[in-house]
């Protein structure tokens, strides 16, 4: 029997869930599957090994990356999703697993779009049995996305509107109770920017009375917002 031989970097900042990941994943795997496991439970720690595979061309085969991380001493990494578009962009042959205990609408799109990870997990659908399947999906017939997250895609496919990410983000402020200015701050947009943006926002969903209640009302009922 040929052996294949897995690297898998685990970053995560709590230990016992790297432990619980680590032996589910010892436990389930075939026969021919020889795991190499490293851990991270900060951004420097995930990153320095990151870089270390790197320069070595030693490269890991999967990723798993908790998006919310403290961010790293230097302030340039500041969650998993950081770290992930960073192996997006050295290691493009590597597979990425996202984890987050996030389940909003707008969070899930995001991360399928500016990452398109090979697996996402939302840690409340998260069993052993899950785990060892998105594993075996990832490597072989990826991607494998959690039920919330399959949810959240099929709403959104089914209204058959698409937003760009600067609108869906905008609108996630909106549903937040952000004013104008609020958002053109976080977002480093012009005041105006924002104010067509939103007028446009209401073009696509078809909100006649020109009222934010109901953009927000049709946005909750296509899946864009929760």
Known sequence: MEHETIKILMTDDHPMIIEGY???????????????????????ESLALIK???????????????????????????????LAMFVREKSPDSKIVMLTMFNESYRIHSIINNINPEGFLIKSDLTSRELASAFQAVLNNPPFYSGTVNQAIKRTKISGIELDEVSHRILHHI?????NKDIAEKMNLSLSSIEKKKKHLKEIFKVEDGDEKTLLEKGRDFGFID
């Open 22 to 44: 680590q032996n589910t994943l010892l436990a389930t795997k075939k026969e021919s599957q020889n795991l190499i496991i490293d851990f991270a439970t900060n951004c420097d």
């Open 52 to 82: 270390k595979s790197i320069a070595l061309g030693q490269f890991y085969t999967v990723y798993f990356f908790d998006i919310s991380m403290p961010p790293s001493s230097d302030g340039t990494i500041k969650s998993g999703e950081d």
């Open 175 to 179: 549903s937040r109770g952000d004013r």
